[in-house]
């Protein structure tokens, strides 16, 4: 196979990834909303959630990929601090305001946060959005707005929690690309996870704002939990990291716009929401999106977005 064939298989291959990333982390509100119905909080199911992840994947980085390197030093801090500050705050805004508004209404409001990340990419890292994300973002976003445009119970408190999480996410997605692509996956993903369960842990202790904490009641909410904790974790994250060490961040952000159409058609499935004529246009703009973005991005010569940075080349 020529080197050419092998860079668009490469590509696509890093768009299909982040769109299964976000297929799996589409169904999170579904799990999370079984254990609030459990007798769970957001910060109960956080601490569970991490408190469960964490050691189940390093387990598996122990048995699977002994032979890797662990990171010392600047970049061990780093990719610990992503997890304990990045992924611990963005999870505690987007499941805080699950709990205050509707699901599909939170996916949309967050999933501004592909402008903010091929933006902040632009000035952190110097990767120039090409005319063609720009129309991509522009499209995805007007597709998302259309898909959940009918969901009402916004409140202010809600709305800002959410918009704090897409920022909060938008740094962490795009300064974990200059540091994660030196380490394989796993390991990298192993030491973001534990950040954010001692990040958990220590709003635990902490408790700021008299912050409270309420575990699932029985063993069908801590299924949910569990169900989080893996598929809603562990697989999505380590989904998204590759698909940026393919494509880079930016492009990653964009395809992974694709979660709201997930959320929605979760909904649609199991929570009796009815489908309209907005939410389907809708949907067939993201999807759209996604395929004139994975047709872009393999048509791109070697001097891409994932060349500018190392070796290469993460959500609620």
């Known amino acids: 196979m020529s080197s050419s064939n092998t ?4 590509r696509v291959m890093g768009i299909a990834l982040a769109v299964l990333s976000c297929s799996l982390y589409g169904v999170n509100p579904f799990f999370s909303v079984n254990a609030f119905d459990d007798g769970a909080n957001s910060r109960g199911l956080m601490i569970a959630r991490f408190l469960i992840a964490a050691p189940l994947l390093l387990a598996y980085r122990l048995l699977a990929v002994r032979g890797a390197k662990w990171p010392q030093g600047r970049d061990l801090v780093e990719i610990f601090l992503f997890g304990y500050l990045g992924f611990t705050f963005q999870s505690f805004f987007y499941f805080g305001a699950i709990e205050r508004m509707d699901s599909g209404l939170v996916s949309v409001i967050f999933y501004c946060f592909p402008i903010m990340a091929v933006l902040v990419s632009w000035w952190l890292l110097r990767h120039r959005p090409s005319k063609v994300i720009g129309f991509c973002l522009t499209a995805t976003v007007a597709g998302v707005a259309l898909a959940a445009g009918e969901v009402t119970g916004a409140e202010t408190t809600g709305v800002a ?20 692509p030196k380490y394989d996956g796993i390991t990298g993903l192993t030491i ?27 063993s069908h909410g801590w299924a949910n939990v569990a169900i989080v904790a893996t598929v809603g974790t562990i697989l999505p994250m380590g989904l998204f990291f590759a698909a940026m060490k393919r494509v880079g961040p930016g492009p990653t952000s964009v395809a992974s716009t694709f979660e709201p159409v997930v959320t929605i058609a979760v909904g649609i499935a199991f929570l009796d929401e009815r489908l309209t004529t907005r939410s389907t246009v809708g949907a067939i703009l993201v999807i759209g999106a996604v395929v004139l973005l994975t047709v872009s991005e393999a048509r791109r010569d070697v001097g891409s977005l994932t060349n500018a940075t190392p070796g290469g080349a993460a959500h609620n």
């Open 161 to 180: 929690l959410t918009l704090a999480g897409a920022l909060t996410y938008t740094f962490y997605v795009v300064l974990s690309s200059r540091v994660m």
């Open 7 to 10: 860079r668009v298989n490469h």
């Open 192 to 218: 973001i996870l534990f950040g954010a369960m001692f990040g958990w842990l220590t709003l635990w202790v902490i408790r700021p704002f008299n912050m409270q904490v309420q575990f699932p009641e029985s």
